[in-house]
């Protein structure tokens, strides 16, 4: 069966990307990346795109007098990629309807939080400052609010006391490498079907789908 050839956007560092890379590199995976695409000149993750001679994109978001050409240049590169689908790793600007339209469905994000709490940013501090027990992290259907839409799958970490963000978010970043791929993959495979707003993956069990519980 052909490859599923994906766009992955990024902004920064990149590591969710590297854990796509590496996915991608088994013969059996269902994907390929096509384009990695960065809002960002100086961003690393660049780099490693390069490094798995992956074809790279750079368009800067301050370019543009409004949100609305920043996001046509994205479309037109897309566009020209040929992807099927969108994964959004790290990738600090918001998408607007005018985007997300003719992308229905076919846009992806990860966040290091158990949506839908705390979306947004400075996320392992305020985790930390609540007092919770558990966070994780969720990869789901891309809406126009900030870090909204269709849960796909999602892994839970302990919060342990003492911890600092950083090794909250060390823990957390951990299970982004693991969930990511798999949550490609069933798109990929066309298992994945939203109902009602609902996620639906055929054919998954109930923990495979719903909640990775790593011992971590
Ligand atoms: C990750 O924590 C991701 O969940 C969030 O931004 C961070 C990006 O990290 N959206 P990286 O660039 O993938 O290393």
């Given at each position: 069966m052909a490859k599923l050839k994906i766009a992955v956007l990024i902004s920064g560092r990149g590591s969710n990307l590297q854990a796509l890379i590496d996915a991608c590199?088994?013969?059996?995976?269902p994907a390929e990346i096509g384009l990695v695409l960065s809002?960002?000149?100086?961003?690393?993750g660049l780099e490693r795109a390069r490094e798995a001679d992956i074809p790279t994109a750079v368009i800067g978001?301050?370019?543009?007098?409004d949100r609305k050409g920043f996001e046509d240049a994205l479309l037109g590169e897309l566009g020209r990629a040929g992807v099927g689908l969108v994964c959004l790793a790290g990738f600090m600007r918001l998408l607007s309807e005018h985007f997300l339209r003719p992308w229905h469905n076919r846009v992806v994000n990860i966040h290091p939080?158990?949506?839908?709490?705390?979306?947004?940013?400075h996320v392992h501090e305020r985790v930390i400052e609540s007092g919770a027990r558990l966070s994780g992290c969720t990869v789901h259907i891309v809406r126009?609010?900030?870090?909204?839409?269709?849960?796909?799958i999602q892994a839970a970490v302990p919060v342990h006391p003492g911890d600092s963000p950083e090794t909250l978010a060390a823990r957390v970043l951990e299970q982004e490498h693991r969930i990511y791929p798999m949550a490609v993959r069933y798109i990929a495979e066309s298992r994945l079907r939203i109902v009602a707003e609902r996620v639906i993956i055929d054919g998954a069990s109930a923990p495979d789908a719903a909640l990775c519980n790593p011992s971590s």
């Open positions: 590199r088994d013969a059996d995976y809002n960002v000149g100086a961003a690393a978001h301050k370019d543009f007098e939080s158990l949506l839908p709490s705390f979306e947004g940013v126009p609010a900030m870090d909204s839409g269709p849960i796909i």
